[in-house]
T-cell receptor, first 114, second 112 residues
Framework: NAGVTQTPKFQVLKTGQSMTLQCAQD?????MSWYRQDPGMGLRLIHY???????DQGEVPNGYNVSRSTTEDFPLRLLSAAPSQTSVYFC?????????????FGSGTQLSVL | SQQGEEDPQALSIQEGENATMNCSYK?????LQWYRQNSGRGLVHLIL?????REKHSGRLRVTLDTSKKSSSLLITASRAADTASYFC????????????FGTGTQLKVEL
């Protein structure tokens, strides 16, 4: 199993450009989520999904869109990139057992917005 | 933000020594998890402790939880150079569903 696969690994954008970060998982997990990691800030939740067709906002959703048309895929769209969105982005899939959610992370996408 | 805070921010030890890192949080929790992040990689789940537990062990890892002080500690015994990584606590707050909130992390460096 590949686990959680994120593409691309690196991306440079100009302010105002749009792009989609791809995330796919092959573990048949119902839950998927996107985090951003900034120095000194830990990981902050952007958006998450509890199943195909269901998405919800996390702590820092502004400037990002998501959709979940299949169990496997959960793309993150930047509509109009801003320098404040320079960050490392992690996608995670997860399952809940006994009231506990356990996350499996991809290897990340390093995004720079100039 | 209901973020956990890890302490210290950075820790440097010699191989064979024990490493202890702490996590404090603000509100009551259902469970607390520790994750490791190697440089340039995603986070990997290490160990889970539920709110009704006080101590858990997994190999060289020992985690404790003190809900009265709203704090947890992760102890890595007999550390190895391969333990060099960042360590994050993540908490599931009571009433927050299952969603995890991550702390800011402790950078551990184990030197030969």
């Amino acid at each position: 199993n590949a686990g959680v696969t994120q593409t691309p690994k690196f991306q440079v954008l100009k302010t105002g450009q749009s792009m989609t970060l791809q995330c796919a998982q092959d573990m048949n997990h119902e839950y998927m989520s996107w985090y951003r990691q900034d120095p000194g800030m830990g990981l902050r939740l952007i958006h998450y999904s509890v199943g195909a067709g269901i998405t919800d906002q996390g702590e820092v959703p502004n400037g990002y869109n998501v959709s979940r048309s299949t169990t496997e895929d959960f793309p993150l769209r930047l509509l109009s990139a801003a320098p404040s969105q320079t960050s490392v982005y992690f996608c995670a899939s997860s399952y809940v057992q006994g009231g506990v959610e356990k996350l499996f992370f991809g290897s990340g996408t390093q995004l720079s917005v100039l | 933000s209901q973020q956990g805070e890890e302490d210290p921010q950075a820790l440097s030890i010699q191989e064979g020594e024990n490493a202890t890192m702490n996590c404090s949080y603000k509100t009551s929790i259902n469970n607390l998890q520790w994750y490791r992040q190697n440089s340039g990689r995603g986070l990997v789940h290490l160990i889970l402790i539920r709110s009704n537990e006080r101590e858990k062990h997994s190999g060289r890892l020992r985690v404790t939880l003190d809900t009265s002080k709203k704090s947890s500690s992760l102890l890595i015994t007999a550390s190895r150079a391969a333990d060099t990584a960042s360590y994050f606590c993540a908490t599931a707050f009571t009433g927050g569903g299952n969603k995890l909130t991550f702390g800011t992390g402790t950078q551990l460096k184990v030197e030969l």
